[in-house]
């Protein structure tokens, strides 16, 4: 799909405010029915009187966590329940409780959507991506740690890289003042940590603790990740960005099916999110259905091909307009 003015335009993101208004009751029985079945699933990985079904029980929590925390996710935009003050106590709580505080949670996250696919903008809430320009002037230890904070093994262990350390441990020790909601996150989460591996024993402690949010950490972060990580991305100058171009050409639409549309609460739908984040998560859909511009996203998959696709590209050439592979930066040089 190629970048017109259009996309930049007034009139496209006005169009979008038709469905950022939300169904009070539809959103309390997201919130309802999501938490019920995050209890139903960790009775199953806690109670379950054979181990394979404690590990399914397990897998279902961690995919269970994912859909909670985009429920979490709209919330904090003012998509989800913004007047309802039991709700925003309940998301506090939520957000304490899975390693994402409210307070560094919007900073960072607000700073994402305001410089996601700009050049020259800070890594802060998200991905940093070099040029192939940037690549070759860089030092060998920028290089490194350019390498380490893209690796898959940073995004398979999420759980303690972008969770435990970038959104709790560092903010806290920076800015215990204002971040002092990462530090009780923090050291909440270790207390827990202690107490159910002491008071129910190992097995528990891995099949409906550490296990599921391993899992739903390494999905959650790879799924960030990739959704602004493909072969036809667009990465701007400040002169060229606009926030309707880095919504459509720089946020990919994951292709999944309904059960995995479910437990990830519509945030394939990643370029409608991006144009109008206060769209509720189960109206996406409906925008994209509506609106013609919508209809032509890069696409994206979580087959295997894809998956590994998405993890070899690493940094963007501004003279082919796509990521390559760090070999392709020198090759062509």
């Known amino acids: 799909m190629e970048r017109t003015a259009s996309h930049s335009s007034k009139d496209l993101i006005a169009r979008t405010r038709a469905f950022a208004t ?4 539809r959103s309390g029985w997201a919130l309802g029915s999501t938490y019920a079945a995050l ?9 379950a009187p054979w181990w394979p079904l404690r590990i399914v029980g397990g897998l279902i929590e961690a995919l269970v966590l994912i859909r909670a925390f985009i429920l979490f996710h709209d919330a904090m935009h003012g998509a989800l329940l913004p007047k309802s003050k039991w709700a925003k106590a309940l998301f506090q709580v939520q957000g304490v409780l899975t390693l994402t505080p409210a307070r560094i949670w919007n900073d960072t996250h607000n700073h994402h959507h305001a410089n996601t696919a700009r050049i020259a903008a800070d890594s802060a809430g998200t991905f940093v991506t070099w040029t192939t320009e940037q690549w070759r002037k860089a030092t060998g230890w920028k290089r490194l740690g350019y390498m380490v904070e893209r690796h898959p093994v940073t995004l398979l262990f999420g759980y303690v890289t972008a969770f435990l350390i970038s959104l709790c441990l560092v903010p806290f020790v920076k800015n215990p003042k204002r971040y002092w909601t990462s530090g009780l996150a923090f050291g909440l989460h270790v207390a827990l940590s202690v107490a159910v591996w002491h008071f129910f024993g190992l097995a528990v402690y891995l099949c409906a603790f550490v296990g599921p949010l391993f899992v739903a950490y390494a999905l959650g972060t790879y799924l960030f990740y990739a959704q602004h990580n493909f072969d036809d991305v667009a990465i701007l100058p400040d002169a060229d960005w606009t926030h309707a171009d880095a919504a459509l050409e720089a946020s990919s639409y994951l292709r999944c099916g309904p059960v995995m549309a479910w437990f990830t609460g519509n945030i394939g739908y990643h370029h409608v999110h991006h144009l109008n984040p206060r769209i509720p998560f189960y109206r ?9 511009e919508l209809q032509g996203p890069h696409v994206t998959a979580l087959t295997l091909k894809d998956i590994v696709g998405c993890l070899r590209l690493n940094l963007w050439d501004p003279a082919q307009g796509r990521m390559v592979r760090y070999r392709d930066a020198v090759a062509s040089y």
Do not use: F, K, T
């Open 22 to 25: 939300q169904d009070a009751a």
């Open 39 to 47: 209890v139903g699933a960790v009775v199953l990985a806690v109670a």
């Open 284 to 292: 996406l859909p409906e925008a994209m259905a509506a609106l013609p």
